[in-house]
């Protein structure tokens, strides 16, 4: 009926989402009466408490948001994207061009440090998080005089994600290096290389178009913060 179900403990971004579900659905699935019961009344996820519906398409979050505000009365948010992709094929035909700079993974100390500096999501709970991100998937950064100038790193849902350049090393195209090597990198791991860019992010979209990557879908991110009362 649905082709994956996926439940996850991570914690996403700047708090704890509980529990991440990640669903992939075959084109020609219909989302019918008897499919709408068993997702309001399954037991691998419970309502009640914070979830995350992540990366899913559009008529499942109809779906599962209307489940979530009309049926169960909880006050939902839903963050519409588009999901952009690289064909694996054409990834890992991508060029890095050398420098006077130096590519490669960030999976270290400094890395953890970069991002927990940069990101714009990072909170005082944020670093389990990222090292684990950093431990368990790809990454990427620019390094000149020994530090790290650009980085970018998988989230835990596999996507490409908190990409930072420092500003005074802005323009010098480091950022589009560093997706372009994280690209081949997920490539060469089985991944199918992509990112989400929230609908109203122009500027992001350009730049997502402008390295290679695009359209597959639009997708929403479904989320739910218990409350007290």
Not at 60 to 85: F, Q, W
Not at 105 to 131: H, Q, R
């Amino acid at each position: 009926m649905f082709g994956l179900l996926r439940l996850s403990s991570d914690r996403l971004i700047i708090g704890d989402y509980g529990q991440v579900v990640a669903v992939s659905r075959p084109p020609n699935a219909q989302i019918t009466p008897e499919v709408r019961s068993a997702f309001s009344n399954c037991e691998f996820l419970d309502w009640a408490e914070s979830f995350m519906f992540a990366c899913v398409d559009t008529t499942v979050s109809s779906m599962a948001s209307d489940i979530s505000i009309r049926e169960k009365g909880n006050c939902t948010e839903v963050h519409p994207c588009y999901l952009y992709i690289m064909e694996p094929k054409d990834a890992l035909e991508l060029k890095i061009p050398s420098g006077n700079y130096e590519v490669k993974p960030i999976n270290n100390k400094e890395g953890l440090e970069f991002f927990l500096k940069t990101w714009k999501y990072a909170t005082e709970g944020s670093s389990d998080y990222v090292g684990k991100c950093l431990q368990r998937n790809v990454s990427a950064g620019v390094y000149t005089n020994n530090e790290i100038v650009t980085g970018v790193n998988l989230d835990g849902l596999g996507l490409i994600g908190m990409l930072y350049s420092l500003n005074e090393i802005r323009g010098k195209g480091y950022g589009r290096l560093v997706m372009h090597q994280i690209i081949k990198e997920s490539a060469a791991s089985q991944f199918v290389p992509s990112c989400t860019v929230e609908l109203r992010n122009d500027i992001s979209m350009a730049f997502q178009e402008k390295i290679g990557l695009k359209i597959a879908a639009e997708v929403d991110f479904i989320m739910y913060n218990k409350t007290g009362f």
